[in-house]
């Protein structure tokens, strides 16, 4: 016996970071909303209050979905077998109120102009041979400038903290020379910054480069927001990445969108809800969805417009899951595209140096309070002379480190990480260590794809989502470079010892968590025969259908992806209340 | 958590009675607070009196996890654990290691805690199976996937057992190879020979464990000898902050400042979610939830 719910404007799967944003900026105007959330509810007080357990965080994966559930499998190439992750690694998707908002890291980006225009820039300055062969990299169908007004709104929505580099074409001293230029700074000053995230700024200043601080969704100063609401500053305290905030100043779907939403009495979520399928009328157009909810009852909620905005992954499989009649692939995938376009990140550290002597507070701070370069991300060097396309940012190593997962990681110079001498070398320079780290370009292969794996099941018996992924030679070329450029920095800090240099990309593996920037599958274009939404993530063949997040991305930059999903997410809300509903079911253009 | 004892006004509580040892400890250093923690090769478990241990205010004392009593492994298994973790971290009373910060009961009270796994994990069939060749997808997998040998590391953990069965079977492995050796079993050897069998283990340079592998089973042992040695003692090791003091860490503050940032730390005292100031002192829901007993607790009290 299925619950049938009364009809809402607007349903979203999943309660994270844009679907609270579609609320805050729907549900003032009346529109109707439900968001269902597979998660429990949590808020800073009390439930992030005393959250200081690496143990239970860290190690033990509190905040994930958990896998015990469903995972995702993976395979190196379509000629290789795919296993489940069965345990933590590669990445760490979040689950409940506010999705894996409330345990990222705050490192706030907007991409590089070039990075929307991918394919035409590079094909313009060298050549169309300069692309890979097999690499499907594509323009986004939008531009930098289409989204500069909404990476500014929401900047100002959370306070964001940074310093400016280029504010409407002039270029600002301490700032990110290569940033695309911003109408404004920043509300908030950049946060402090660790001795490694200044060691690595002077000897990046001495070589010619351009340091700056880490651009942070954490506030660096106490900030009213636009809605009156004050949050305090950050307490610096090393629990940030997979914690909540217990004092609510990382910004997050807790602390901004969901309370203006629920204010207006228009939106309304529910928590442990678990869906299972979008239904499709007759006529091709989403009806609504069915989920169930903690006693595992079965419910429908009937819904004018669909919204798509859990995680990356999910929100492909749900995609591909979501089959009937009108769309015997899956919704989106009339024409094969869901899936494809998959990409990620180059993450690990090329090179690890040891400071005898000197304590660097790495157990201190966030993820954000470091200083980093994009003197070699994007197109920001020449690449003519070079054996790639594309970049990737150094920084000083990210900070809040907890012992429990970072000791062995210091090995002695013998390489042991066990045993006396071991003993020793924590005890001298568990503090005194750190890295320097890429977050390199990933591009997409017509190899390289999402879709059902045809062995493992969820615990509803449901296909679990297939990952085929792993670097080709351009990515392998990419890090070589940049390797060495690490490296020069590296000994410019004059360390007592390199710990560890790694000058070329191992395989990708699935055991070591590198980021949680799996993109694409869903992506946006132009075009319908190569992407599967429209540049709002408008689904081209279920018009009443959208999709939302890092799923969208045709590629992935060497940035993390927080800020340009917020942007085209806020950019495809003004579209849904101004236009779309005005004539529904209608492609946007 | 509160006691009708605790309620009674004047009463001499468990809670008060370790509030006072708590700031004696901290001033006391190390010394008799590990005077509880006699876990020595052989020797029985020491009575429950250990007022320094970090036990749980207002519980009975079967809810703590005391050093030296185990619920899941055997004395002869336990001792065997000890001696493989003070290879990996040794230590004295002077300079404590993983004996000394009750690391076996820490990993003891995991494996008794947790059927199956602490961590979230995917525990159904196919489960992989090592192979010479370059196997296909094979849609349609039932019991095992085929996967050549040389990628299997790549798709991270893949075993069938539990870490209650790699601890038990592997403990057996691992003492069948210290005979097979040495002749006799694993902790009754000298340091030299335990530490040629670990380093063995780590490069999965023997070949009779094969359930758990060699190098899965060194990779547990030092998971959890790192987890008991660094988490925090409300898990039962960590003893005294032993991890934390070795390495200079003060554990979990409440804030630093940005001039701490940049410049190192005010002095501070080591301490751990226990001692964690309360965010909103006197609220009712401003609590700890204790990860051993799942006890709501409040904090800095």
């Known amino acids: 016996m299925t619950t049938q719910h009364p009809k ?23 529109t109707e909303m439900v968001s269902l959330e597979q998660g429990t509810s949590r808020w800073a007080y009390p439930d992030f209050a005393h959250d200081h357990d690496s143990l239970r965080y860290s190690v033990r994966y509190a905040m994930m979905v958990d896998l015990a559930r469903e995972t995702w499998t993976w395979r190196p190439n379509p000629r290789a077998p795919a296993l489940p992750m069965r345990q933590y690694g590669s990445f760490n998707p979040g689950e409940g109120l506010g999705g894996s908002a409330i345990h990222w890291s705050g490192q706030l980006w907007r991409y590089l102009e070039t990075d929307f225009r991918y394919r ?209 692939n899956g919704i989106g995938n009339d024409r094969g595209r869901v899936g494809k376009n998959y990409t990620y990140q180059i993450y690990p550290a090329p090179v690890v140096g040891a400071f005898s002597g000197k304590k660097l ?8 309070t ?220 | 958590m509160t006691t009708p004892d605790e309620n009674r006004p004047g009463a001499v509580t468990r809670r008060k009675l370790l509030g006072r040892a708590g700031v004696a400890a901290a001033t006391a250093g190390l010394g008799s607070a590990l005077a509880g923690c006699g876990t020595q090769a052989g020797q029985p478990p020491q009575a429950a009196v250990d007022v320094n241990a970090p036990g749980i205010p207002g519980l009975p004392a079967s809810m703590v996890p005391m050093c030296g009593v185990y619920n899941f492994f055997s004395r002869a298994e336990a001792r065997t654990v000890e001696a493989f973790a003070m290879r990996l971290v040794p230590g004295d009373e002077r300079d404590p290691g993983a004996r000394e910060a009750c690391v076996v009961t820490y990993i003891d009270h995991k494996l008794a805690r947790f059927e199956t796994f602490a961590t979230p994990t995917y525990f159904h069939a196919p489960f992989a199976k090592p192979t010479a060749g370059h196997p296909g997808p094979q849609s349609g997998a039932t019991e095992t996937i085929l996967v050549h040998e040389q990628d299997l590391p790549l798709y991270g953990f893949q075993s069938n057992l539990t870490p209650q069965e790699a601890y038990r079977k592997g403990i057996v492995e691992l003492d069948d190879h210290a005979r097979a050796m040495f002749g006799k079993p694993f902790a009754d050897l000298g340091e030299a020979a335990q530490d040629e069998i670990i380093t063995a283990l780590e490069k999965d340079a023997v070949a009779t464990f094969t359930a758990p592998g060699g190098k899965d089973f060194f990779a547990m042992l030092q998971e959890d000898t790192v987890e008991g040695m ?47 100031a309360p965010m909103h002192p006197g609220e009712p829901q401003d609590h700890v939830v204790l990860p051993i007993s799942g006890t709501r607790r409040t904090a800095g009290g």
């Open chain 1, 120 to 328: 035409s820039h590079v094909t313009e300055r060298y050549g169309a041979s300069k692309i890979p062969a097999g690499c499907t990299a594509q323009d986004w169908g939008i531009t930098y400038d289409d989204l500069e007004p909404y990476y500014d709104e929401f900047e100002y929505d959370i306070g964001a903290s940074g310093h400016a580099g280029n504010v409407r074409g002039e270029i600002i001293p301490g700032g990110n020379p290569f940033e695309a230029p911003r109408s404004r700074h920043y509300p908030n000053p950049a946060l402090a910054v660790t001795p490694m995230g200044e060691m690595f700024a002077t000897a990046s200043t001495e070589l010619g480069h351009h340091p700056f601080t880490q651009p942070a969704g954490i506030l660096s100063r106490a900030f009213t927001d636009p809605w009156g609401r004050s949050r305090a500053s950050c307490l610096y305290c090393g629990f940030c990445t997979r914690f909540g905030c217990e004092v609510d100043a990382k910004s997050s779907p807790v602390n901004t969108h969901l309370p203006v939403a629920l204010e207006t009495g228009n939106y309304e979520v529910r928590t442990h809800a678990k869906v299972l399928a979008i239904e499709v009328d007759s006529d091709g157009t989403a009806s609504g969805v069915t989920y169930l909810d903690a006693h595992g009852a079965e419910h429908f909620q009937p819904a004018d417009v669909v919204v798509v905005s859990a995680f990356t992954l999910e929100n492909n499989r749900i995609l591909l899951l979501s089959r009937g009649k009108a769309h015997p």
């Open chain 1, 370 to 589: 470091i200083k980093i370069i994009y003197d070699f991300n994007g197109d920001t060097f020449d690449h003519k002379d070079l054996d790639f396309i594309g970049g990737s940012q150094l920084y000083s190593e990210p900070c809040e480190r907890e012992p429990v997962n970072s000791v062995v990681g210091l090995t002695t110079a013998s390489g042991k990480s066990w045993g006396r001498e071991w003993k020793n070398e924590i005890r001298r320079n568990w503090d005194s260590y750190a890295g320097i780290v890429t977050e390199g370009e990933s591009l997409p292969y017509t190899d390289q794809f999402l879709d059902l794996d045809p062995n493992y099941r969820d615990r509803f018996g449901r296909p679990l989502l297939r990952i085929t992924f792993d670097w080709h030679d351009n990515q392998r070329s990419l890090w070589r470079y940049v390797a060495q450029r690490a490296k020069e920095i590296m000994r410019q800090m004059n360390p007592s010892r390199i710990v560890s240099f790694t000058p070329e990309l191992a395989p990708y593996n699935i055991q070591d968590y590198q980021s949680t920037h799996p993109t694409g599958g869903c992506i946006m274009g132009t075009d319908p025969s190569h992407s599967v939404t429209n540049s709002y993530g408008q689904v081209w063949d279920t018009p009443n259908v959208f999709v939302t997040g890092a799923a969208l991305f045709p590629q992935n930059p060497g940035a993390n992806p927080t800020g340009t999903v917020a942007a085209v997410t806020y950019r495809a809300a003004d579209a849904i209340r101004d236009r779309y509903f005005k004539s529904p079911g209608e492609l946007l253009t």
């Open chain 2, 230 to 276: 660094f988490a925090d003692p409300l898990y039962g090791g960590n003893r005294d902050y032993a991890g934390w003091k070795l390495i200079g860490y003060p554990g979990a503050q409440r804030a630093y400042t940005g001039e701490e940032l940049r410049h190192g730390p005010h002095l501070r005292r080591v301490q751990g979610l226990r001692e964690m």
């Open chain 1, 361 to 368: 507070n790495m157990y201190m701070g966030n993820t954000c």
């Open chain 1, 8 to 30: 809402v404007d607007v349903v979203t799967i999943g309660a994270g970071w844009t679907a609270t944003m579609l609320a805050a900026r729907l549900c003032p105007h009346g």
